[in-house]
């Protein structure tokens, strides 16, 4: 079958078919349509599950969920023209996401193309700024060709590649080979580098390493593990991603950015060297926090990234070195090994220094049970509702160990960062820097898909829950056992806070007026549950996530207060300015 060296004779959509198996492929998700129906006729044959959602972004962002979970190829497929574009918001997602997801584009027929026909649009270009790698199949006697490339490109490029097919091509002959699965190592970098950086982290007296999404892409959690031991060095996780190190190790500290720990921030900014391990120093992640400047701008920055393009990118840095965080993490171990490390001088003091900055921050969270700025306490006062916070550590000390949480954009959400935590990869799936909300439902969907076994929670607000909860209807026809903790304060709350903060609580078009979700849920024919007292909370969680070994999605909306937590971007907004008469009230 699959993977002869002699070319066979077959069609188009059998070359694409054969090459979704030979790349492991078992699920795709999408809409049917005539476009690529010629291929989907076949899927069963070749063990290929097509799973039908209810909205192509929700497709495309299931695809995403399935590649975060499983590191493999997350595969989704649409009808040419309007399916096409509803996977725009989802391909740049996972875009930034880094999520090597295959999306398949059928295009209007080759002899109509440019003539304005049915569902016509020029697909490459909308894609060209939110895609790895664009294969566009212009012959179909290639297909086999380029659509291997685009699987392997996803993976060597680590995002999204787009795989354009016009309709027509589906149809013929070719004889092809089907090309086995072509994986580059990226090896651990440059021996120079690596020689500096070593060189850097054995004359520290306070190594800090940032453990980034590489750590996780790479497979490189326990060499981290062993590099921050080698070192007894203190470990943040870089925003959104809490999973990259265990936090029940001594030497977890939590994540930076937006809502992380202030034990993280603080440690960081006492560093004279840091290793940021599999991250690019996004801008967003090191933006100051809790009025905290903690940057350490006076620090030898070590990056290692898989893309060398985003070495020094961001921050400056001391030593760029282009390579795999889990090689060079080992290549620096393997350096370090047996060699005098001046920071073990200081130890047993940079012990302590690690628990007491954990226990204070520890401590805070315990008694920051609600947002004391006066708009939060003014909402609050007469509200029978639960704290959002105390919702969101009821929720943590019911978490499964094991647990799969994505996260949406939203200030709820936000503020669920410091009460997230992980002992193993491929666990947390925040929307990155794309941002979208409606983010997180589909991808825990698509999560689940690829991790049965493993207990899948999306964390939603309310108004983003608008955007998404359409794919109900995936979870109940598909049996897709996930649990949607919607977080109903009546309030897109993330950007009202704006309306707060700069624009003197003028409110408008902030305020939600929802049916009862728990009653949504169950006319999709899902579990509906709502919640409004804290003691219910991790019971309720519980159930639901046991009611997923039956294949059962639960929708447990949480009754919430409007109090709202600090912004996420003080930086990007200013103060109204007005000139003429007629506005000068809105300042
Ligand atoms: C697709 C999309 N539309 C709009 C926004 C702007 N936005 C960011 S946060 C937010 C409010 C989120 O409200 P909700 O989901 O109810 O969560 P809450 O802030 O209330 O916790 C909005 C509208 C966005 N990020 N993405
Ligand atoms: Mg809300």
Request: net charge negative.
């Amino acid at each position: 079958m699959s993977q002869s060296a002699a070319p066979q004779r077959m069609t188009p959509s059998e070359a694409l078919v054969e090459t979704l198996a030979a790349n492991g492929v078992t699920e795709v998700f999408g809409i049917v349509g005539s476009a690529y129906m010629d291929a989907l006729d076949i899927f069963p044959a070749a063990g290929i599950r097509f799973i039908p959602v209810a909205h192509e972004q929700g497709a495309a962002h299931m695809a995403d969920g399935y590649a975060r979970a499983s590191g493999r190829h997350g595969v989704c497929i649409a009808q040419n023209g309007p399916g096409i574009t509803n996977f725009v918001t989802a391909i740049a997602a996972a875009y930034w996401a880094h999520s090597p997801v295959v999306f398949i584009t059928p295009e209007t027929g080759s002899m109509t193309m440019g003539l304005g026909g049915f569902q016509e649009t020029e697909q490459l270009p909308i894609f060209s700024k939110i895609t790895r790698y664009q294969g566009h199949v212009n012959n179909p006697k290639r297909m086999a060709e380029i659509a291997a490339r685009c699987f392997d490109r996803a993976m060597l490029e680590m995002g999204p590649a787009q795989l354009n097919i016009p309709r027509d091509y589906f149809y013929g002959e070719c004889n092809a080979v089907i090309q086995p699965p072509l994986r580059i190592g990226r090896g651990a970098g440059d021996a120079t580098a690596l020689d500096q950086a070593a060189a850097l982290l054995a004359a520290a007296k306070f190594p800090v390493i940032l453990a980034g999404g590489g750590v996780i892409m790479s497979e490189g959690c326990n060499e981290a593990v062993q590099l921050a031991e080698l070192l007894h060095a203190p470990v943040a996780n870089s925003y959104l991603h809490n999973d990259t190190f265990p936090a029940s190790h001594p030497l977890w500290c939590g994540p930076l950015g937006y809502q992380g720990s202030k034990a993280a921030m603080k440690l960081i900014a006492q560093a004279d060297v840091v290793l940021a391990l599999g991250t690019r120093l996004g801008p967003f992640g090191t933006l100051p926090q809790h009025g905290l400047d903690y940057w350490p701008t006076n620090a030898k920055i070590i990056q290692v990234d898989a893309d060398a393009k985003v070495l020094g990118l961001v921050k400056p840095i001391s030593v760029g070195i282009h390579g795999d965080a889990k090689a060079a993490a080992m290549a620096l171990i393997e350096r370090l090994h047996g060699r005098e490390l001046a920071c073990l001088a200081n130890q047993a003091e940079r012990s302590q220094r690690i628990a007491a900055e954990k226990a204070a921050w520890e401590q805070e969270l315990v008694e920051w049970t609600h947002e004391r700025d006066p708009f939060s306490l003014e909402v609050a006062k007469n509200s029978s509702h639960m704290h959002p916070r105390q919702m969101l550590r009821e929720l943590e000390r019911a978490m499964p160990k094991n647990a799969m949480v994505s996260t949406d954009i939203g200030n709820i959400c936000s503020v669920s960062n410091s009460y997230l935590r992980f002992e193993q990869p491929r666990s947390m799936f925040a929307a990155m820097s794309f941002g979208n909300c409606g983010y997180a439902f589909p991808v825990a969907c698509g999560a689940k898909v690829a991790a049965p076994d493993r207990p899948a929670i999306a964390y939603v607000g309310d108004g983003a829950w608008g955007i998404s909860l359409n794919e109900l209807l995936t979870c109940a026809r598909e049996q897709i056992g996930v649990t949607v903790v919607v977080f109903n304060n009546g309030q897109w709350g993330a950007e009202k806070k704006n309306h707060v903060d700069f624009y003197s609580q003028r409110f408008n078009a902030v305020n939600l007026e929802s049916p009862s979700w728990a009653k949504v849920a169950q006319a999709f024919g899902c579990e509906g549950v709502t919640v409004d007292k804290l003691s219910d909370v991790g019971p309720a969680l519980q159930s639901a996530v046991k009611a997923q070994a039956e294949g059962k999605c639960t929708v447990l909306e949480m009754m919430v207060t409007q109090e709202l937590g600090d912004p996420f971007r003080r930086d990007a907004l200013s103060k109204p300015v007005r000139y003429l008469e007629k506005y000068k009230a809105y300042t």
